[in-house]
């Protein structure tokens, strides 16, 4: 089972935000706590949207089935600033997405974005 968002997806596009729960919670190391779909979907303009590029490390990806709820996700994420490449090194972070399966859909309802850290050039 994948459920790992895509970054082929527009970063707010309808898809990807009905990913989402309403009441989502992002946690992230280094911005602090987002809390809802609403003000997530601003963050995300402001400091993702043309501005980097995200790929799955390969071989990272853990998927987990969670009794009762639906699934945890975890695996390390690259990040590429296009175009700036020789100003802004690649970056890596570690990522838990908490998927929830209610009224046959996945929703995302918990994001944990942490340990944020210079990569070396793949």
Not at 54 to 76: D, F, I, N, S
Request: proline residues 2%; glycine residues 10%.
């Amino acid at each position: 089972m994948a459920l790992s968002l895509t970054p082929t997806i527009a970063a707010t596009s309808k898809s990807f935000l009905l990913f989402f729960a309403d009441d989502v919670e992002f946690y992230h190391d280094q911005g602090g706590v987002t809390l809802g779909r609403a003000a997530l979907t601003d963050s995300i303009k402001k400091n993702i949207c043309d501005k980097v590029t995200r790929e799955l490390v390969p071989g990272t990806l853990q998927v987990h089935y969670m009794k009762g709820y639906g699934a945890v996700e975890m695996g390390v994420h690259r990040f590429h600033h296009p175009g700036h490449e020789d100003t802004e090194g690649v970056g890596e972070a570690s990522f838990i997405h908490l998927w929830q399966y209610k009224d046959g859909a996945w929703k995302i309802t918990r994001v944990i974005s942490y340990d944020h850290h210079s990569a070396q050039k793949k």
